[in-house]
């Protein structure tokens, strides 16, 4: 209903009366007074909210609609709805010295106060890397206060091409903003626009393989396992053997181009490698342990090659003379397996033989001996042990059992079962 004086004099205490021209905003009768209140639902939380207005008739039914009109602006940009009591309030309130609070600034203090100390290097490239690209001097220059909705979708409309890679910036930038707020460095009501905009959008389509989108994960075949066990040798000998050991050991691709001699010994049972805790994928969880691999046949020669190469050093150092004090990364085994695809355009492999099978990766061969694992009848268990996969829920916690054993005895079962398979039709 419209605003009535007369019913407004009438009500009862408990009793209240709503604005049908102004959604939310209704007249709420208390004992001794009434008071204008403006109900809503968090754009943040999904739960119903109010603020209060002002007391009638102190407060008329214009004055009543126009703060209506403000707040509802506030919700509908994704703001903290504030009161006109509490916002003048702090208007008279004698206001800090500024702080840098530009975007650039809040990036910033970002990257060093919680990527540099809680991503590893490879992790803070990334994302220093993200944001150099994406954060314009125009938008660094901003104020984060003055950042609007608009601004915001701005920056990552522009990105909708890379969706993986929009969606990492609307979730780092996120951080940051929420960072900025509980620190201090930005006043608490500074909306947080990444939490709201492109919810549900950013999905990858896939990469493009031979004009069309692949989205499926890539699991070889028996036959195609065979087919890149004897295309092997057209590989440099670094890419093969990285290679070789994805499929041996199930290992990690960060784990094994980072491969230190120190970390090989023989045991009582056999050599192993064992990967620090501080080095592995799950090093954050509160129950991680190193990751202890068994060496069989290509693993094991592999490796005692390498090391009696390189030493206790890496047993992948990068191929450029003045990097090889780093090791390499998986990016660049993924290169160039990429270009040894026969979609491969690198004009360096023009003329030379290409892969027999195409649209796969190196992390499709870990996903291959671990689905080979389950084909051949190794225990579920056992098959996440192998892998370096933490045990989940109660499991995690009361089961602590390492599977030494069983890792040992069924790697030994996929290498010869790999060997059988690279020989079955050898020319």
Same mark, same amino acid.
């Given at each position: 209903?419209?605003?009535?004086?007369?019913?407004?004099?009438?009500?009862?205490?408990?009793?209240?009366?709503?604005?049908?021209?102004?959604?939310?905003?209704?007249?709420?009768?208390?004992?001794?007074?009434?008071?204008?209140?403006?109900?809503?639902?968090?754009?943040?939380?999904?739960?119903?909210?109010?603020?209060?207005?002002?007391?009638?008739?102190?407060?008329?039914?214009?004055?009543?609609?126009?703060?209506?009109?403000?707040?509802?602006?506030?919700?509908?940009?994704?703001?903290?709805?504030?009161?006109?009591?509490?916002?003048?309030?702090?208007?008279?309130?004698?206001?800090?010295?500024?702080?840098?609070?530009?975007?650039?600034?809040?990036?910033?203090?970002?990257?060093?106060?919680?990527?540099?100390?809680?991503?590893?290097?490879?992790?803070?490239?990334?994302?220093?890397?993200?944001?150099?690209?994406?954060?314009?001097?125009?938008?660094?220059?901003?104020?984060?206060?003055?950042?609007?909705?608009?601004? =915001?979708? +701005?920056?990552?409309? @522009?990105? *909708?091409? !890379? /969706?993986?890679?929009? %969606?990492?910036?609307?979730?780092?930038?996120?951080?940051?903003?929420?960072? =900025?707020? +509980?620190?201090?460095? @930005?006043? *608490?009501? !500074? /909306?947080?626009?990444? %939490?709201?905009?492109?919810?549900?959008?950013?999905?990858?389509?896939?990469?493009?393989?031979?004009?069309?989108? @692949?989205?499926?994960?890539?699991?070889?075949?028996?036959?195609?396992?065979?087919?890149?066990?004897?295309?092997?040798?057209?590989?440099?000998?670094?890419?093969?053997? @990285?290679?070789?050991?994805?499929?041996?050991?199930?290992?990690?691709?960060?784990?094994?181009?980072?491969?230190?001699?120190?970390?090989?010994?023989?045991?009582?049972?056999?050599?192993?490698?064992?990967?620090?805790?501080?080095?592995?994928?799950?090093?954050?969880?509160?129950?991680?342990?190193?990751?202890?691999?068994?060496?069989?046949?290509?693993?094991?020669?592999?490796?005692?090659?390498?090391?009696?190469?390189?030493?206790?050093?890496?047993?992948?150092?990068?191929?450029?003379?003045?990097?090889?004090?780093?090791?390499?990364?998986?990016?660049?085994?993924?290169?160039?397996?990429?270009?040894?695809?026969?979609?491969?355009?690198?004009?360096?492999?023009?003329?030379?033989?290409?892969?027999?099978?195409?649209?796969?990766?190196?992390?499709?061969?870990?996903?291959?001996?671990?689905?080979?694992?389950?084909?051949?009848?190794?225990?579920?268990?056992?098959?996440?042990?192998?892998?370096?996969?933490?045990?989940?829920?109660?499991?995690?916690?009361?089961?602590?059992?390492?599977?030494?054993?069983?890792?040992?005895?069924?790697?030994?079962?996929?290498?010869?079962?790999?060997?059988?398979?690279?020989?079955?039709?050898?020319?």
């Amino acid at each position: 209903m419209t605003f009535d004086a007369r019913a407004a004099k009438l009500l009862k205490p408990g009793e209240h009366i709503t604005v049908t021209d102004s959604p939310g905003l209704r007249l709420v009768a208390g004992k001794t007074r009434r008071s204008w209140i403006y109900r809503y639902k968090s754009p943040l939380t999904g739960l119903m909210k109010q603020v209060a207005i002002g007391q009638w008739p102190a407060v008329s039914y214009a004055a009543a609609v126009a703060a209506w009109e403000v707040l509802r602006d506030q919700r509908g940009e994704g703001q903290a709805v504030v009161s006109p009591a509490k916002a003048k309030a702090k208007a008279a309130r004698p206001q800090p010295p500024s702080r840098g609070d530009t975007v650039a600034d809040i990036v910033q203090m970002y990257i060093t106060e919680h990527i540099e100390k809680r991503r590893k290097p490879k992790g803070q490239d990334e994302i220093k890397r993200l944001f150099k690209r994406h954060i314009t001097p125009k938008f660094g220059a901003l104020r984060v206060p003055e950042v609007k909705r608009a601004d =915001a979708y +701005d920056v990552i409309s @522009v990105m *909708e091409d !890379t /969706p993986i890679q929009a %969606r990492m910036l609307k979730q780092e930038l996120g951080a940051a903003w929420d960072l =900025a707020i +509980d620190s201090g460095r @930005v006043p *608490e009501e !500074t /909306p947080n626009h990444w %939490r709201q905009i492109f919810k549900g959008r950013l999905r990858s389509k896939g990469r493009v393989r031979l004009g069309k989108y @692949v989205t499926a994960k890539r699991v070889l075949s028996d036959e195609e396992v065979g087919q890149v066990l004897r295309w092997m040798p057209n590989f440099s000998r670094q890419v093969a053997d @990285v290679l070789q050991l994805y499929l041996w050991t199930a290992m990690r691709g960060s784990e094994i181009c980072s491969l230190r001699g120190e970390w090989v010994a023989e045991e009582a049972d056999g050599w192993w490698v064992t990967v620090p805790v501080e080095m592995i994928k799950i090093e954050g969880h509160d129950a991680a342990y190193d990751h202890r691999v068994p060496l069989i046949g290509r693993a094991l020669e592999i490796v005692l090659r390498r090391k009696a190469e390189k030493g206790d050093g890496w047993l992948f150092p990068r191929v450029r003379k003045v990097e090889r004090h780093l090791p390499t990364n998986q990016k660049s085994i993924a290169t160039q397996v990429w270009s040894k695809q026969p979609y491969g355009n690198n004009p360096s492999e023009k003329g030379r033989a290409k892969l027999p099978v195409s649209e796969w990766a190196p992390h499709d061969l870990r996903r291959t001996t671990r689905t080979q694992l389950s084909k051949l009848g190794c225990p579920r268990d056992v098959a996440e042990a192998v892998i370096g996969h933490m045990p989940t829920g109660i499991v995690g916690v009361y089961d602590r059992h390492t599977y030494d054993k069983e890792r040992r005895e069924w790697l030994a079962i996929i290498s010869s079962h790999y060997e059988a398979l690279a020989a079955s039709a050898a020319p």
